[in-house]
């Protein structure tokens, strides 16, 4: 069974920043996509960021945010720079890979609160 545990949502004034980071806990053999996804009041959930092979930004994230991984502590984090209010949502993380017994796992973490005031 894998886990993930996020954290660093919070409020925050528009033009500032905020760091979110997701943990992977359990049975791991390894990581291969790890990402974020967010879903504002009233809105689908939307793909933020991700990284595996290749590193993804959604179009309304580039030149804003930045997404890292560091594979030894299977941590992904979220730099999150020039805030707007249209950035408030629920953060959510993502994870994809297989475990220790070459079973596959898709799993998302609880959701993490980030509030931008105009």
């Known amino acids: 069974q894998v886990q993930l545990v996020e954290s660093g949502g919070g409020l925050v004034q528009a033009g500032g920043s905020l760091r979110l980071s997701c943990s992977a806990s359990?049975?791991?053999?390894?990581?291969?996509?790890m990402g974020w996804h967010r879903q504002a009041p009233g809105k689908q959930r939307e793909l933020v960021a991700s990284?595996?092979?290749?590193?993804n930004y959604a179009d309304s994230v580039k030149g804003r945010f930045t997404i890292s991984k560091d594979n030894a502590k299977n941590t992904v984090y979220l730099q999150m720079n020039s805030l707007k209010p249209e950035d408030t949502a629920v953060y959510y993380c993502?994870?994809?890979?297989?475990?220790?017994?070459?079973?596959?796992?898709?799993?998302w973490g609880q959701g993490t609160l980030v509030t931008v005031s105009s």
């Open positions: 993502n994870a994809d890979g297989n475990t220790i017994d070459y079973t596959g796992f898709a799993v």
């Open positions: 990284i595996g092979g290749s590193t």
């Open positions: 359990g049975s791991i053999r390894r990581v291969y996509t």
